[in-house]
């Protein structure tokens, strides 16, 4: 009697298409960001049977839940069967003042993930977020009246601290992922954070997503397409302001940002502060920073607007944005 088919690999399609689209081929090793969870189980067998024995595991231990060690634990097992290899990183991810616990985790995150990619000599991370995250980054976005930066969702591959991280699954629903593991009789670790209610993503995940699939049954395709639609159009922006910038200087001089249409104003304005400053205003500073671009008509005239930790300054013909010391 002839063995069973194998099951059908979603995860393999989706990995090869990524490829194309960033351009890469002939890395002599790929690393995956590996939790030992469901999605980035899947990504690994599939980057193990697309590139055998050129691919790494890397596992960060964050050391901030009772189940970490478990994690570990399996990541050590699902690694040992297959015959990949494992880097482990143990972080004490405590946020400094003013940071949230999950932003400090995420920065301690990746910057373990890329120094062990180059201690590995990959040229790539990449990581196992899917199609459901992604629209679970939109409905967080859009309760917090993001514009289209949040709007567009995850990119699907970007640089930090020096090396490339691309999200291959993006097109992907989680549930293809568990079933194609089921399949396979492949194991991955449950973590129980993700049934917490106090966590934003997991009442979206619990509650709103199956509201969305009752009456909108394709929405893990169409929700991820409007979403690139948007992106598009945020570089289409991105790129304007950088056109505009290029005419006023930057900092910008304010007689030439006058010259704008309001909304090209604005544009630009939140590239510079974005891209130079690190800093982001909310919709009510930028209002009140382009009106007092407008009134702006006379030497004396002062402007002085708190963003972020700092303020924008009227410097000479120039805006500038200056931190406390």
């Known amino acids: 009697m002839s063995a069973p088919p194998a099951p059908a690999d979603p995860v393999g399609p989706s990995l090869a298409r990524w ?20 999605d980035s189980t899947a990504l690994l067998c599939a980057a193990h049977t697309r590139w055998p024995g050129q691919v790494v595991a890397l596992h960060v231990h964050h050391g901030l839940q009772t189940a970490a060690d478990g994690f570990e634990t399996m990541a050590r097992q699902t690694c040992e069967s297959l015959g990949v290899r494992l880097r482990v990183r143990r972080l004490d991810a405590s946020p400094e003042a003013g940071q949230s616990p999950e932003d400090a985790a995420r920065e301690h995150r990746y ?35 993001a514009g289209p930066p949040g709007l567009a969702g995850m990119a699907e591959r970007f640089e930090r601290h020096g090396m490339l991280f691309g999200r291959p699954l993006l097109d992907l629903p989680a549930p293809a992922l568990r079933a194609w593991l089921r399949d396979l009789g492949q194991p991955w670790a449950e973590d129980p954070s993700n049934a917490d209610p106090r966590f934003t993503r997991n009442r979206i995940r619990r ?34 302001a950088g056109i505009d910038l290029a005419t006023t200087g930057t900092p910008p001089a304010i007689a030439s940002l006058q ?40 030497r004396g005239h002062a402007i002085r607007l708190k963003v972020a930790d700092g303020f924008v300054l009227r410097e000479g ?9």
Do not use: I
């Open 111 to 145: 910057r373990a993930l890329a120094q062990m990619a180059c201690e590995a000599g990959a040229g790539c991370v990449l990581l196992g977020q899917h199609a459901d995250d992604q629209v679970e980054t939109l409905m967080l976005a859009l309760g917090r009246g």
């Open 259 to 298: 010259g704008l249409s309001r909304e090209r104003q604005a544009n630009a304005l939140r590239h510079w502060l974005r891209g130079q400053e690190g800093v982001a205003p909310s919709e009510a500073q930028l209002d009140e920073l382009l009106d007092q671009v407008a009134a702006c008509r006379t």
């Open 207 to 240: 509650t709103l997503l199956p509201a969305w699939e009752a009456a909108f049954p394709g929405f893990r395709t169409t929700v991820p397409r409007s979403m690139r639609h948007v992106a598009q159009a945020q570089r289409l922006l991105a790129e304007l």
């Open 19 to 38: 490829c194309e689209r960033a351009s890469l081929r002939g890395l002599p090793v790929w690393a995956v960001a590996f939790s030992a969870g469901a």
């Open 317 to 325: 013909s120039r805006l500038r944005y200056t931190r406390p010391v």
